[in-house]
């Protein structure tokens, strides 16, 4: 027996209400929003949900505890533990998505690729398109699920630290080819230190070398742009050689740019987790406006 496997890593509604009773199936509502929002990702998973969701929680569970950094990837063992327990295998086909259309699922689906599961999907439009489409919804507490048996392991390639991404960066002092790129999913004003960081404690203004890639760009209604457009957009950035490393705020939306590389083929991607929150609050690592 063939055990079911995403087509692609992003689905469409419509391929995930075909296999939606599928048993090798986990879905996964990762839904999170800004504070400024003021709402709960877990409240609406619980008040509306594609039927069989679990809640993944990334911001507050689903995290290095030891870090005083926000949604830091947790280790391998407690990943596995914590997944396990929302009924994931290691053949598991995942489909995750958000609240939001894409926003926070890419996030989810990046934390998989580093524990190293390969059969995960975001659903491109989320929740508002699978209700625009009339599909079923349920609520209230989930059903209790079977423990899954969840090994993880952890993928270097797919993630990058400070030092990593100092070293990615281009030197005035050296003559070398740059075979790695940076890009900063955040707002262009951010990026230039026009807008203060919301993070207190945090400088404005961007990593030396870094290329400001807002996330929206990359989306339309909720949407990933078609895969033609995507391409076109990293192709007047960065070569496909380049080793890409993603940057946000806090590491949420660099994984939409994590995403969309992938979808286009990119070969060499990882994410910063620490990203802005880190190298903006750290005084020894450099930083620019323009």
Same mark, same amino acid.
């Given at each position: 027996? &063939?055990?079911l496997t995403? +087509? ?9 209400? &075909?296999?939606?009773?599928? +048993? *090798? ?24 949900r594609i039927?069989?969701? @679990?809640?993944?929680?990334?911001? /507050? ?5 030891? !870090? ?11 990943? /596995?533990? @914590? =997944?396990?327990?929302?009924?994931? *295998? *290691? ?11 894409? $926003? /926070? ?22 929740? +508002? ?8 919804? &349920?609520?209230?507490?989930? #059903?209790?699920? =079977? #423990? ?22 281009? /030197?005035?002092? !050296? ?11 955040? %707002?262009?004003?951010? $990026? ?36 033609? @457009?995507?391409?076109?957009? $990293?192709?007047?950035?960065?070569? &496909? ?10 590491? =949420? ?8 590389? *992938?979808?286009?083929?990119? @070969? ?8 802005w929150a880190?190298?903006? %609050? ?9």
């Open positions: 027996m &063939t055990l995403p +087509p692609t890593p992003l689905v469409d509604c419509q391929w995930l209400a &075909t296999h939606l009773h599928d +048993p *090798n199936l986990v879905v996964l509502d990762a839904s999170w929003y800004m504070p400024a929002a003021k709402r709960s990702g877990e409240q609406e998973w619980l008040s509306q039927p069989g969701a @679990q809640f993944f929680d990334f911001d /507050s569970k689903i995290k290095d505890e030891n !870090s005083p950094l926000p949604h830091m990837l947790p280790s391998a063992e407690q990943f /596995s533990r @914590q =997944v396990s327990s929302l009924g994931v *295998n *290691n053949h598991s086909c995942i489909v995750i998505y958000d609240g939001s259309g894409i $926003f /926070s699922a890419p996030r989810v689906w990046w934390m998989f690729k580093a524990m190293g599961h390969e059969h995960v999907a975001v659903l491109d439009g989320g929740l +508002p398109e699978w209700m625009a489409q009339r599909l079923p919804v &349920t609520s209230g507490d989930a #059903k209790p699920v =079977v #423990k899954g048996e969840f090994i993880a392991k952890r993928q270097a390639a797919w993630i990058a630290d400070a030092g990593q991404v100092q070293m990615a960066l281009p /030197s005035p002092q !050296s003559s070398q080819q740059v075979h790695s790129q940076v890009l900063d999913a955040r %707002s262009f004003e951010r $990026f230039s230190g026009q807008a203060a960081d919301p993070r207190s404690g945090v400088r404005a203004g961007h990593m030396p070398g870094a290329i400001c890639l807002p996330f929206g760009e990359l989306l339309q209604q909720g949407r990933f742009l078609p895969q033609a @457009q995507l391409a076109d957009k $990293f192709a007047k950035l960065l070569s &496909t050689e380049h080793n890409l490393i993603c940057s946000c705020g806090s590491g =949420v939306t660099a994984a939409i740019l994590a995403l969309a590389a *992938n979808i286009i083929g990119h @070969q060499h991607i990882a994410v910063y987790d620490g990203s880190e190298w903006g %609050s750290s005084p020894h690592l450099p930083v620019i406006t323009d």
